[in-house]
């Protein structure tokens, strides 16, 4: 068969079909329409779920109040959302704790690296590892707000070590709390990094790493020259994936350790949305917020598809 | 070349094709199966409802709180709620426990769909009568008769244009509560500090011994909070400078900010002279509050329950109790600070408001307020409580400070947005050390030019409700 076929033999063998069909058009029609049919059920549950909460979050930013209540305000709730600095003070937050994602890349990468090499007891190595990204957020926060409170564990930890200088009130610093609760982002999604890539080595060929070490190559040229190139695409895509993270799910650490305080030096944009929509029941102002913190996160999303893209068309 | 050689013979499509058809027959009749059970499903779902609906039992959903208040009153609604059932099999009530920090937004969610709760708590004053005037709350003065609510203490609380919204459960008062021992250790002789020079210089003995004199928690905003409600009232001469002052009338803000500004200097004091535990910020209430039945802080603002609840642990004999130190010259100055903090209401969408008041109503029968003051030594919100079961000292001493006269909570008297965006955080500046004063002032008058505009509704009603009131 060449190439150059026109039909292929799946086609012909449709063809067939169709042509021993009392109603082709009819047959042929059917053909057509039931993958949407089998596709409507998840394509109505997404409309539902996203579509129509999208279109409902957008409407309610050019008003004013709470649900039965609503006053139509136009742009009026973005001017005031970046004319509060209790909100550009959240987002500077968020974008502070992006800090977080090459610290997370780095370190798990560095970790899944050493252990990629198999030694003794290296699958509980790595589930210990993980083990902080299955804790309950809540045991977390209760454990970490025990741990960096002002006389806390750390800070008796620090002074029994005579590091008085390093005392803080890890929590309740205005000028610490973020750089904390950042520790904390890190502490847990090290874990995950760790597992993401130490899978992404293992699907490495072995034979490449044999054969650049029968070259000589030392154990670091391979990990650098080798393995980290091979699994780039998966590290572009695990610090896309932190970046979106660290901007639009970091709410429950926030929650859990601070509440957003002090006087809303903690807050991230989750938390302004959280706190004006919940608490406040103004979801005019909420879903402002929620429309600007999703145009932001697109924008990393964007990023994720252009960089994806652009390996396509590299590869071929 | 085509598909069927590969399979060598010309009978094979036909046969493929048979099979073929017959398997696609057969995905559809699976498919279709899956659909009609799924639209099934959806049809029975609301029928499967009323199944259970038509049950006989009348179910009072009850979204309830007060543990912070009154530690071991969830342990006493529940007895009361057996109780309950075991006298009306007919009626079900389900306890849904609430925390201080999910009161507020939990409500304000059910009320946005009008779902949830039958009965709920929710602090007195401005956070019952906001969402009553937006129409998520029926006057319990519809229900229950005129002769039952005159036992009732408090109900101005709750009271709008003759109506009751809501039932107090109990009345708390705020006094500053001291260690006597810790006192002695000081050189201090050990009775409450009556002025706000006397505590500074109470406060200043106490440090000198090494001893933290306040033991306070406001990771929570709610030291703040309380400072605002204690000492803002002590610098005004009504209730109204502060309504009209939130309500943006005249130059009745400017003079409520810099009231404002004279307390929030005072609050500044105690915390820039390490009066307060320096682990103030990171320390939720009810943790701040545990230095002082650790003997870890010489006084704290706190509730009566909590003293009495503390008297087991520190002893009974080294408890001394007072009104707060007075600071403002207004003529609120001398109000103590009385509430019945939270109450209990029905809910506009309750279907079964007859079976939830009469409910409500029974808790407030002598033989429950008993039980109520037994179990936990809180002290119940009806004059029908014989006041002479009171034997302890020290609860009698609470309790005379309770009814000694005008009794203000001040937080009460803000709507729930301003309470938690600019009377907490506010606080918070001053006590976490990252704002003056004056910040604190700023974010009040952000926060309350933020509300008007995002909630004009709510702000209307509270202009009218102020106006009134």
């Known amino acids: ?209 044999e054969a650049a070490r029968i070259d000589g190559a030392s154990w670091w040229v391979v990990q650098r020259r080798i393995l980290i190139p091979q699994i780039r695409r998966i590290i572009e895509f695990f610090v896309i994936l932190q970046a979106i993270i660290v901007l ?69 | 070349m085509k598909l069927s050689d590969l399979h060598g013979g010309a009978a094979f499509p036909s046969t493929r094709s048979r099979s073929s058809r017959a398997r696609r027959t057969k995905t559809h009749l699976v498919s279709a199966f899956c659909v009609v059970a799924m639209m099934l499903g959806f049809v029975t779902l609301p029928m499967a409802g009323s199944v259970s609906g038509a049950s006989t039992k009348t179910t009072i959903t009850y979204w309830f709180w007060g543990e912070s208040d009154i530690p071991g009153i969830t342990k006493w609604m529940q007895q009361r709620i057996a109780t309950y059932e075991a006298a009306n099999p007919g009626v079900k009530v389900d306890l849904v426990p609430q925390s201080n920090t999910t009161i507020i937004p939990s409500f304000t969610l059910a009320a946005q769909s009008k779902t949830g709760p039958d009965l709920d708590t929710q602090w007195a004053t401005l956070p019952t009568i906001l969402p009553a005037l937006g129409g998520a709350v029926t006057p319990i003065s519809n229900y229950v008769s005129k002769a039952d609510t005159s036992h009732w203490l408090n109900t101005n609380e709750n009271t709008y244009q003759g109506k009751i919204y809501a039932m107090p459960l109990y009345m708390i008062g705020v006094p500053l509560v001291f260690n006597k021992k810790l006192f002695k250790e000081a050189g201090l002789a050990p009775v409450a500090p009556a002025t706000w020079a006397e505590f500074l210089a109470d406060c200043k003995a106490l440090k000198a011994k090494g001893i933290t004199p306040i033991g306070m928690g406001n990771k929570d905003g709610y030291f703040g909070a309380w400072m605002f409600a204690i000492y803002e009232k002590q610098m005004l001469n009504s209730i109204s400078q502060l309504t009209e002052g939130v309500a943006g009338k005249g130059n009745d803000e400017t003079k409520l900010m810099a009231s404002l500004k004279s307390m929030y200097t005072s609050f500044q004091g105690l915390i820039k002279s390490g009066y307060v535990n320096s682990n103030v910020e990171s320390l939720t209430l009810d943790q701040g509050w545990q230095l002082f039945p650790e003997g870890k802080a010489a006084m704290s603002f706190t509730t009566d329950g909590n003293v009495l609840s503390w008297a087991k642990t520190v002893g009974e004999a080294n408890v001394g109790v007072g009104k707060p130190p007075i600071l403002g010259k207004g003529a609120l100055a001398s109000a103590y600070d009385v509430t019945q903090s939270s109450d209990e209401f029905i809910t506009s969408w309750s279907k079964n408001p007859k079976a939830d008041a009469k409910f409500l109503e029974w808790l407030h029968e002598p033989v429950n307020m008993i039980a109520l003051n037994k179990e936990t030594g809180a002290f119940p919100a009806d004059n029908q409580f014989p006041v002479s079961d009171i034997t302890d000292p020290l609860a009698r001493a609470l309790d005379t400070l309770d009814t000694s006269g005008t009794s203000i909570w001040l937080e009460n008297y803000i709507p729930p947005q301003i309470d938690s965006d600019a009377d907490l955080p506010a606080g918070q500046l001053i006590t976490s050390g990252s704002g003056t004063p004056a910040a604190a002032v700023a974010l009040w008058q952000q926060q309350l030019s933020l509300w008007r505009t995002q909630q004009p509704t709510q702000f209307k009603q509270f202009s009218t409700w102020a106006a009134a009131s």
Not at chain 1, 21 to 29: C, E, F, I, L
Not at chain 1, 116 to 128: E, K, L, S
Not at chain 1, 276 to 283: D, K, P, W
Request: hydrophobic share 50%; charged share 10%; proline share 4%.
């Open chain 1, 248 to 316: 639009s799910s970091v709410f429950t650490y926030v929650y859990v350790l601070t509440g957003g305080g002090p006087a809303y030096s903690s807050s991230v944009m989750e938390f302004f949305i959280y706190q004006n929509g919940f608490e406040n029941g103004s979801i005019g102002i909420a879903s402002a917020a929620a429309v600007v913190l999703l145009a932001i996160a697109s924008v990393f999303i964007a990023f994720y598809i252009w960089v994806r893209v652009r390996a396509t068309k590299q590869a071929a």
């Open chain 1, 1 to 209: 068969m060449s190439s150059m076929d026109a039909t292929t033999p799946l086609q012909e063998l449709f063809d067939k079909e169709d042509q021993t069909a009392p109603d082709t058009r009819s047959v042929w029609r059917r053909h057509q329409l039931w993958p949407y049919g089998y596709m409507a059920p998840v394509l109505v549950a997404l409309g539902l779920v996203f579509g129509y909460s999208f279109v409902e979050v957008v409407r309610y930013s050019f008003y004013a109040g709470s649900v039965g209540q609503l006053t139509y305000v136009g742009t009026a709730n973005y001017k005031e959302l970046f004319a509060d600095p209790q909100f550009t003070h959240s987002m500077f937050n968020n974008f502070k704790l992006l800090a977080t994602v090459p610290i997370v890349t780095g370190a798990s990468l560095a970790l899944a690296l050493i252990i990629n090499t198999t030694f003794r007891g290296v699958r509980h190595y790595r589930a210990i590892v993980f083990l902080p990204y299955i804790l309950p957020a809540t045991a977390m926060g209760l454990s970490f707000s025990y741990l960096l409170q002002g006389n806390g564990v750390l800070d008796g930890l620090l002074r029994s070590l005579h590091m008085s200088f390093l005392i803080h009130d890890w929590l309740g610093s205005p000028s610490w709390v973020i750089f904390s609760i950042g520790g904390v982002i890190v502490w847990q999604q090290f874990g995950i990094g760790v597992v993401v890539f130490s899978a992404a080595l293992l699907s490495v060929p072995g034979e490449t790493v």
